[in-house]
Each structure stands twice: as structure tokens, then as C-alpha cells.
């Protein structure tokens, strides 16, 4: 017989029966019982950016101490682009607060 069930388990699998084949198939249908556990997921909080409760007042007030010129005489685009996202990552830091994300995880 070529229509098997595999598992890693042996007690998994119960009530196997082995029906007509399906159409023109030269298979067998197997019906069986899959025995299995599972858990129920839990809900754990990752931290995002709340990007609509930004405070303009220190975005606008961060912002305005960056030194354009300075930051124009860097010798590279990749040292400019290096300077410019430290510093974008810094003004986001101080004017974007920190949420919670609730999210559903299985454990293990």
C-alpha cells in the first residue's frame, strides 16, 4: 500500500481508515484522528514610537540646534549621511515618546 500516514509521535494518529479513492486516483483517501496539544498564546508588550502624541515644542526647539553648515563640510556622503541619521535617530529620542504594542505570542 503506497497511502501512508506519517508522524513522529505513534500515539498521535488513531482511527485510521483507508477510503474510496478520490476521483480517477489510483490512491487511497486516509481518514484518521490526529491527536495534538497546543498552547494558548500570550500577550506581551513591545515597545514602539507614538508618533501621534509628538511633541512639536522639542522637535522644533531640538531641531533648531543642528549646525547645517558643519555638517556640510564632512568629507563623505557616507559620513554626512552617518551624522545626519545619528542625528535624526537622537531628535526622535526627544521628541517621540515610547508606547506599547500588545501582541499575541505563542510561548517557547
Given at each position: ?15 485510521v481508515s483507508v477510503c474510496a479513492p478520490l476521483a480517477k486516483s489510483d490512491h487511497a483517501v486516509l ?78
Amino acid at each position: 500500500m503506497l497511502d501512508l500516514v506519517f508522524s513522529r509521535y505513534p500515539r498521535s494518529v488513531s482511527d485510521v481508515s483507508v477510503c474510496a479513492p478520490l476521483a480517477k486516483s489510483d490512491h487511497a483517501v486516509l481518514k484518521f484522528v490526529m491527536h495534538t496539544t497546543f498552547s494558548t498564546p500570550t500577550t506581551t508588550s513591545l515597545p514602539r514610537r507614538v508618533f501621534s502624541a509628538i511633541n512639536l515644542e522639542i522637535l522644533t526647539e531640538a531641531s533648531a540646534l543642528l549646525d547645517w553648515r558643519s555638517l556640510m563640510t564632512l568629507s563623505s556622503v557616507d559620513e554626512l549621511w552617518s551624522s545626519l541619521k545619528a542625528y535624526v535617530i537622537w531628535l526622535t529620542d526627544q521628541a517621540v515618546p515610547v508606547g506599547l504594542l500588545k501582541k499575541n505570542t505563542s510561548p517557547g
